[in-house]
C-alpha cells in the first residue's frame, strides 16, 4: 500500500514537501513515481525514484525544481518541491511498480491536493 501526503495550500515561489509511505511489501525492486493529474486534465508524470540505486527521472516541467529521494529505514519516497508555480496545482499521486513493467501494472496511492496561489 503506499500513502501521499503533505500537500497543502501555498504561495507561488514556496515550496512544499509530499511523503510517499510504503507498506504491505518489500519495495527493494519497485520505481516509485509520482504523478498529478489537475481538474480537466490527464494524469501526468512527474518524476521517479528507483528503489535499488539512486536514480532519478524528471519530466521536463519539473526537472530543477522537483526532487525526489527515498529514505529506505522509513518506505518511504519524498517529492520536495521548490519554486511552485500555479500551473503546478493538482492532485499529486504515488504510485509503486516493478521495473520494467508499466505504472498502470502497479500499485496506486490516494493523492494529495496541492493549491499555488498567484
Known amino acids: 500500500q503506499l500513502q501521499a501526503s503533505g500537500g497543502g495550500l501555498v504561495q507561488a515561489g514556496g515550496s512544499l514537501r509530499l511523503s510517499c509511505a510504503v507498506s504491505?511489501?518489500?519495495?527493494?525492486?519497485?520505481?516509485v513515481g509520482w504523478f498529478r493529474q489537475a481538474p480537466g486534465k490527464e494524469r501526468e508524470f512527474v518524476g521517479r525514484?528507483?528503489?535499488?540505486?539512486?536514480?532519478?527521472y524528471y519530466s521536463n516541467s519539473v526537472k530543477g525544481r522537483f526532487t525526489i529521494s527515498r529514505d529506505n529505514a522509513k518506505n518511504t519516497v519524498y517529492l520536495q518541491m521548490n519554486s511552485l508555480k500555479p500551473e503546478d496545482t493538482a492532485v499529486y499521486y504515488c504510485?509503486?511498480?516493478?521495473?520494467?513493467?508499466?505504472?498502470?501494472?502497479?500499485?496506486w496511492g490516494q493523492g494529495t491536493q496541492v493549491t499555488v496561489s498567484s
Open positions: 504510485a509503486a511498480k516493478i521495473g520494467g513493467s508499466s505504472w498502470s501494472e502497479g500499485s
Open positions: 504491505g511489501r518489500t519495495f527493494r525492486s519497485y520505481d
Open positions: 525514484i528507483s528503489w535499488s540505486v539512486p536514480f532519478t
